[in-house]
């Protein structure tokens, strides 16, 4: 799954979920100042985005996320990385 399919995803999560006008969804757009997502709505987020997985999601895999590019790179670094037991 390339960075743009990811984008789209969590785009459309944003949209969908969140009631985020898609205009201000961009990659660097940060979550907190920008988009008004909350540490709440951040796992909510994340929820949405497991089934991308093949493996469990960890909520501090996400600490250091901050704009929406932080979240795609998270989510493909995990996507793309072998599973380990």
Known sequence: MT??????RVAA???QTFEID????????????????????????????????NRPLRPE??????TVRDVVQALAQLIDSPATA
């Open 13 to 15: 999560v944003l949209d």
């Open 3 to 8: 960075h743009d399919e990811i984008f789209a």
């Open 61 to 66: 895999q996400f600490k250091s996320v901050k």
């Open 22 to 53: 898609p205009a201000r969804i961009t990659l660097d757009a940060r979550l907190y100042d920008d988009l008004d997502i909350d540490s709440i709505d951040a796992v909510d987020l994340l929820v949405k985005m497991k089934p991308l997985l």
